[in-house]
């Protein structure tokens, strides 16, 4: 099983019951308040056909034991820009190049 990362675009569900309830305080949407989908960079899982099977729930950090740590999983990261959005709404998710 190969990873990378990965840009992916997945629906924007409101965090935390405050923003709620201020969204329906003042009769705002959550979505237009949120933006109806949000776009972040994840570590993505292939199995041996190359299809994405796996992805991590919450957008990746940076961090590391040392600042090359930083570098390489920030290195990594910009490797994402040059490959396709996956879009996890869309089941099984598919992948679309950005604008």
Do not use: Q
């Not at 959550?30 to 099977?53: L, M, N, Q, S």
């Not at 919450?58 to 034991?65: E, L, N, R, Y």
């Not at 290195?75 to 996890?88: C, E, F, K, S, T």
């Amino acid at each position: 099983m190969t990873w990378n990362y990965r840009i992916v675009r997945r629906r924007n569900e409101p965090y935390g019951e405050t923003a709620l309830k201020v969204c329906r305080k003042n009769e705002i949407d959550p979505r237009d308040a949120f933006g109806e989908f949000i776009y972040a960079i994840h570590e993505v899982h292939y199995d041996e056909t190359g299809k994405a099977v796996m992805w991590t729930e919450k957008p990746c950090d940076v961090s590391g034991t040392d600042t090359n740590d930083i570098i390489f999983s920030l290195n990594a990261m910009l490797d994402a820009l040059n490959r396709p959005i996956l879009y996890l709404d869309d089941v099984p998710p598919k992948e679309y190049f950005g604008p």
